[in-house]
Nanobody, 115 residues
Framework: QVQLVESGGGLVQPGGSLRLSCVASGSIFSRSTLRWYRQAPGKQREFVAF???????NYEDSVKDRFTISRDNAKNTMYLQMTSLKPEDTAVYYCNMILGGDVFWGQGTQVTVSS
């Protein structure tokens, strides 16, 4: 059974930074594509960032040049480095892992950007 556990969320002032982590159990991490999603109160869950097995990345337009997704296959861990945070980045952030037809989600970590 694959489990994803996020950490690193919290309260930060506008303009600040946070780094989220997502640790996966099991042995399929290196063969999986990885994504971060977020869900703000009253809104649908939305895509934030993607990283392929080869390290290629893609970002939602509003986070380009502010967020960086990365992966460490040796540690079964994915990261989301977030800088220049804005109040509109406030949401629960979820990590997502896909291998073939199998999709796995973490439980989410809250990020609140407020002064």
């Amino acid at each position: 059974q694959v489990q994803l556990v996020e950490s690193g969320g919290g309260l930060v002032q506008p303009g600040g930074s946070l780094r989220l982590s997502c640790v996966a159990s099991g042995s399929i991490f290196s063969r999986s594509t990885l994504r971060w999603y977020r869900q703000a109160p009253g809104k649908q869950r939305e895509f934030v960032a993607f990283i392929s097995t080869g390290g290629g990345t893609n970002y939602e337009d509003s986070v380009k040049d502010r967020f960086t997704i990365s992966r460490d296959n040796a540690k079964n861990t994915m990261y989301l480095q977030m800088t220049s945070l804005k109040p509109e980045d406030t949401a629960v952030y979820y990590c997502n892992m896909i291998l073939g037809g199998d999709v796995f989600w973490g439980q989410g970590t809250q990020v609140t950007v407020s002064s």
